[in-house]
């Protein structure tokens, strides 16, 4: 294994929502187009409410959390020259009326063979690339990964509040992506060979159009020579997704030494990590967890303390150890998205006080621009004031 630190990369999706209502808005062009202005590159995703920024390649994790900063800031004053609002958000809190496909060939495509899959989307996630040297390594790591996956969701859990209402779990997006034929936690392979076989057989049978569909939550990239973990909603703040990857990064430095040891991941059966997965989406960090090495329900914190033990050479060696230990216990004391959303609308039963709750946490500690609230958050604010 190289000296080096390995190369880690964010993206992440977000949602653009009418800053009035709060519900989502086909607006991905314009708000894309005033970025490109400004000298930022977002992508389209699948539907016209959705954007995606993607950071350099960095080694530090400081740099990385300065430049997600940087992006969100922007990206947020972006939406508002183009009167909508920037939610980091797994799913839409409001009642959404319909979520357009973005007019581009591939996304019609999948429009037109995937039917409301494509138009009941408006998920949005985060995917943390990690530099690996080539692909049988990174379905060997993927290996590794695998018992992990159930903790950094529960960790990043994000949208427990769907259509006005509380879903009843703390990752609803998790549930809904898994209706994609390729979607969930990845299957143990043996070899990049059977990795290949088993994306041959998804082509062939037209469960996915073109490797780009290839959605499990572990996957070599397409583009990039880096293994991509995709399992997480959007984290709530920046600080939560830097938090991400440095945990993942780690996880992966930590598979890497297993591996130039000679030793491969035990086979986790796929009952046993969709068991851990359901119960991390349904109970993020407030409950418990299932534990993929034995099966044991375990509490989730136990969990995510048994991960970042883990990795801890990996951290010390990144000089990441005092700002992940930081980073979690902020966390843990304050909750992430689902926590949040869930305080919000139990506080009054208004779905305004969830957007706004979402709305702030998008850009904690990003040194916020300007925005503008919905009409009757304006409105309550004023009379309050009087």
Known sequence: MD????TVGVEEEFLLVDPRTGEPLARNVDVARTAEEIGI???LELTRCQVETSTAVHTEIGALHRQLRELRRGIAACAERNDARLLAVGIPPTVPHDFPVTDTPRYQRIAENFGM????QGLSGCHVHVGIPDQETAIQVSNH????????LAMTANSAIYRGSETGFASWRSILWRRWPSAGPPPYFESARDYEAMVAMMLNSGSILDKQMVYWDVRPSVSFPTVEIRVSDIPATVEETALLA???????????????????????????LRAAYWKAARSGLAGDGVDPHDGNVTPMRDLLFRLIEHVEPA???AGDR?????????????GNG??????????????????EAVARATLEGCGQPRTRGSVRSAERDDSQSR
């Open 246 to 272: 440095a945990l993942v990064r780690a996880i992966v430095v930590m598979a890497r030494k297993s591996l130039t040891a000679g030793q491969l991941a035990p086979p986790v059966p796929a009952e046993v």
């Open 315 to 317: 951290l010390d060696e």
């Open 41 to 43: 590159d977002l992508q």
């Open 3 to 6: 000296d080096g630190l390995l």
């Open 322 to 334: 005092r700002f992940v230990d930081e980073a979690f216990a902020r966390l843990l004391a304050r």
């Open 117 to 120: 899959l494509a138009h009941e």
């Open 145 to 152: 990964l695998r018992p992990w996956l159930p903790q950094l």
């Open 338 to 355: 689902a926590h949040r959303q869930i305080a919000a609308l139990r506080a009054r039963g208004e779905i305004d006080d969830v957007v």
